[in-house]
């Protein structure tokens, strides 16, 4: 097996082969990659089922493989359209002349793919970085080893050596984000994310940071609650909460809160009825995060919180790692749970007395991810949208601005940098190379030297005018 380094520049050596393929060879790579993806997904859906323990195979085909089909479907659309150059204006001090911008592919893209949606979470970069132009290595989660399988077997049958697959644990990460790429995308705890930025720095490697966050729900006191619950929940429990914009707690007025809970928790049993014995709810990936989750729980419980369980569970559930939607309510300011970013189906419920206390609490904390408001007051939108920063928004809705193909995604601050998605991702993994044209007359010879001549000083006046 070669070492990653002679991998990157084995990837090096075939971009510098094809610097700039041209829009049929892309579209081809793109087209090339649905077909294996749709041979593939069943094998995906087992996969992912198997690494997880328990994924049902309808929320992959939903979350992650239907998504991938839209965004190639959208890429190829719209790439002849991105290919061209762009033309800029040209001032009149500098005509005869021509001004045009051209999206050049980067060279070879880094990509660090999660465990939580390991096929979308591949492939949604992966193919932004294709219709660029570019070469591209992936390193893919240790903790999903029976799903890299089956993205290797596409990678391989679609793009050959336009794609490199590279697996292992922490360390090889490591040695990965050093590499000298020519971007380098992470998706991942905001923990990580400064290591994978301190090791990008070493080679001045652009980086684009996926990360997470405490992004919150916030219920205004017009929220129809029976019309937002469902919606909240599956923000929520898909995946069971392993979502990187999945709701991490909630703002409620304090009038509302327990006809939230009770709203949430009859949700709740009507999405996953006979709880215990129910295939479409997902495991909690291994049993490090599922301790982890359960001594959250113990300890805001231990500090006087009170634990809301939407679900009985049995034996079977805590040997296979299922965790129902817990509500917690009365959790101290200080406890982990308030402080760190859940990443499980466990959910706060903070209550408020003004909406000013509300956006005053969101703002004092991290920049989130995500941002969900459940409201149809439009002036109470509109402050919202412009005075509570957040990488995106979902009015009356969660997770969805994700699956929109043309808007870009992305973090700020703590919860990431930089965006890809849309227009976003092209430009993200490419260049945009200024072009300034000139012809055979050229007005610049009025700017040269010597410059004591009468028309040079002249010249310079008018243009510091």
Known sequence: MYSITKQFQQQQHAFYGEPYPDLQSRQRRLQQLAVALKAHSNALCEAVATDFGQRSHDETRLLEIAPCLQGISYQLKHLKKWLKPEKRRVHYTFAPASNSVLAQPLGVVGIIVPWNYPIFLALSPLMAALAAGNQVMLKLSEF???????????????????????????????????????????????????????????????????????????????????????????????????????????????????????????????????????????????????????????????????????????????????????????????????????????????PYDSVAEAISYIRQRPKPLALYLMSDDQALIEQVLTQVPAGGVCINETLLHVAQEDLPFGGVGPSGLGHYHGPEGFKRFSHLKAIHKKGRFSSSRFIYPPFDRPLFRALLKWLSR
């Open 144 to 350: 999903t080893p029976a799903t890299n399988k089956v993205l290797q077997a596409i990678c391989q049958q679609a793009l050959g050596d336009c794609v490199s697959i590279i697996e292992g644990d922490a360390a090889v990460a490591a040695e990965f984000a050093a590499l000298p790429f020519d971007h380098l995308l992470f998706t991942g705890s905001t923990a990580v994310g400064y290591k994978v930025m301190q090791a990008a720095a070493a080679n001045l490697t652009p980086v684009t940071l996926e990360l997470g966050g405490k992004s919150p729900v916030l219920i205004a006191p017009d929220a129809n609650l029976k019309r937002i619950s469902e919606r909240l929940l599956f923000g929520k429990t898909a995946n069971a909460g392993q979502t990187c914009v999945a709701p991490d707690y909630v703002l409620v007025p304090r009038a509302l809160q327990q006809s939230l809970i009770a709203q949430l928790q009859a949700d709740f049993q009507r999405f996953y009825p006979n709880f215990a014995t129910n295939q479409d709810y997902s495991a909690v990936i291994n049993p490090r995060q599922y301790q982890r989750l359960q001594q959250l729980l113990s300890a805001a419980q231990a500090a006087g919180a009170e634990l809301i369980a939407c679900a009985a569970v049995d034996s079977a559930c805590y040997d296979n790692r299922v965790l129902p939607l817990t509500l917690v309510v009365n959790a101290p300011a200080d406890s982990l749970l308030l402080r760190e970013e859940i990443f499980g189906p466990i959910l706060p419920i903070i």
